[in-house]
């Protein structure tokens, strides 16, 4: 997956914001800052009492932007070596 196709696809799937148009590498920064951002309130909404269809939402969501994250660090690291 390119750079490119990973910054529209986690942008469309979380509602992030578009980053701003600058170099791939600072782009991706920007989006692994929100994605751990946004891991982070979900960490916290997991702490509070939810009922179980919820908290299972949560759970999968995480599950998700933990798999975006994986896949943004390879990518960084590609660009960067």
Known sequence: ???KKFIELVTDTFG???PKKSSK???IK???KKLNE???SIDTALKEKLDKKKK???KEEK???LAQIKKGEK???KLNS
Do not use: C, R, Y
Request: proline fraction near 0%.
């Open 1 to 3: 997956m390119s750079a």
């Open 16 to 18: 992030l914001e578009d």
């Open 25 to 27: 590498k600072k782009s």
């Open 30 to 32: 920007n989006l692994l």
């Open 38 to 40: 946004k891991k982070d």
């Open 56 to 58: 299972k939402e949560l």
């Open 63 to 65: 599950d998700i932007l």
């Open 75 to 77: 990518i960084l690291e």
